[in-house]
């Protein structure tokens, strides 16, 4: 995977491709932003805010435009698969900081959990094929997640027992993560059932949280740490 490396005064930021186009997408939006700000008068320039207000009524949309109750079912499951990037991100950090090489493998995570959202955004039964062809979610990432379980299982001993969440804060983040994602795939399956998201999105969540278990142990093994084995109470 093509990579960029940014030096802060901190560390150094590896970008991945798909964080690289994003970046390119965010100047070209500042740069739009600048281009209508100085053309407008000085007294009509104002600030960008980040609230919008529409959603005061307890009322959201859809990618398709439809304006759906904030507990629909579609926007929780679009919440819970942002907290599962947020937590990911988190779990980044830390294994970041011991110097794990797989770090590249979560931001590409984050970026597909990105298009998992898109997808679960556009109901099928008041999508366009504009919008349908936009958010089309493919079996490829769940290809390369079984890729990388596979990879990282031949390196590690087999599973004989139950093991807690633990390992490190790495591997305890992982598990935390890996918790998460079983919440997402929970909240996406009904979606999927009823036809209105795409099946490879409900296959993705359900291989991705078989990895994140996997890389879990495996940060474990590499920072040499123990994973405590559950042990029946007396």
């Not at 093509?2 to 590896?14: E, F, G, K, M, Q």
């Not at 099928?124 to 979610?137: C, E, M, Q, V």
Request: aromatic share 8%; charged share 25%; with cysteine.
């Amino acid at each position: 995977m093509a990579s960029v490396v940014l030096r802060s005064t901190n560390r150094v930021i590896r970008l991945t491709t798909c964080a690289r186009i994003k970046q390119m997408q965010s100047v070209c939006c500042v740069q739009s932003r600048y281009a209508r700000y100085a053309s407008t008068s000085e007294e009509d320039r104002r600030t960008p805010k980040i609230y919008t207000k529409t959603g005061d009524k307890g009322f959201s949309s859809t990618f398709t435009g439809e304006r759906r109750p904030k507990e629909d079912h579609i926007f929780e499951a679009l919440g819970t698969t942002d907290e599962l990037s947020s937590v990911i991100g988190l779990a980044r950090e830390f294994c970041f900081d011991k110097g794990h090489s797989f770090t590249d493998q979560l931001d590409k995570i984050q970026c597909v959990l990105q298009d998992v959202g898109s997808n679960i955004a556009t109901p099928l039964s008041s999508a366009r094929d504009s919008h349908i062809k936009k958010t089309k979610f493919s079996s490829q990432p769940v290809t390369e997640l079984e890729r990388w379980i596979d990879s990282f299982t031949e390196e590690l001993p087999p599973l004989t027992n139950f093991i807690l969440p633990s390992g490190g804060k790495s591997s305890a983040a992982l598990h935390v993560a890996r918790a998460v994602c079983r919440r997402a795939e929970r909240c996406v399956a009904p979606i999927v059932r009823s036809g209105e998201a795409d099946p490879e999105v409900a296959k993705y969540l359900n291989r991705l949280s078989d990895y994140l278990f996997t890389l879990a142990r495996y940060a474990a093994m590499k920072e040499g740490n123990a994973e405590t084995i559950y042990n029946r109470p007396e």
